[in-house]
């Protein structure tokens, strides 16, 4: 087997289904350590065994958290910098689509509160590690739905009047994309890189936390999307950076 991540740490969010477990799954084909993290104690040893068993690397941990609570992701940046001095690759992938205007346990509107500001606060908490790695990489999974958005409601992110599941959706997509470019404006001259990416429409289980017509329409419509194996290829195939060669 081909291992030129063998050393490296790398972390998934949203890693027992979808893109998420494959990207996880990839990465420790490839013998990277992989920490994924999701909401769910059951689907996160599931998913740890599935990869074990499928790839023959036992360095698959799973954290658990909800990452749409800034205090669960502060004590999953402290467990994973406890655990582990470098991290060479950030996946921020934990993302959904809300039909209807919900808020968070802190009181921020679900959709910014996972899609966007899970992303720039575990990035923040993590950097320190990121650039403690020879030559580290954050991967922001966005989406072509960001165009969408023209801009950011700054008068009302959060979309407290008017409401709209794709508007808050396609907003958040345009934030992080343009979260992206500002970071890699600001690790300019680290070893660290930022990238954005849209996978394509993948058949996941995206969307399907929404209940009546909308629930029922994203399982009809991804029966046409590509496979999340084929989704990852498309949104996570990079040269191995020369420093990671052994």
Known sequence: MDTPLAGKTCIVTGATNGIGEVTAQALAQMGATVIGVGRSPARCADSAARIKAATGNAQVEYVVADLSVQGQVRRLADEIKARHSRIDVLVNNAGMYFSTRQTSPDGIEMTWALNLLNYFLLTNLLLDALKAAPAARVVSVSSGAHEGAKQINFADPEFKTGYSGWTAYNQSKLANVQFTYELA?????????????HPGFVATGFGHNNGGLMGVGMKIAQRVGARPPKGRRRAFTWPVHPKWKA
Do not use: D, E, I, S
């Open 185 to 197: 404006r600001r690790l300019a001259g680290t070893r660290v890189t930022a990238n954005a990416l």
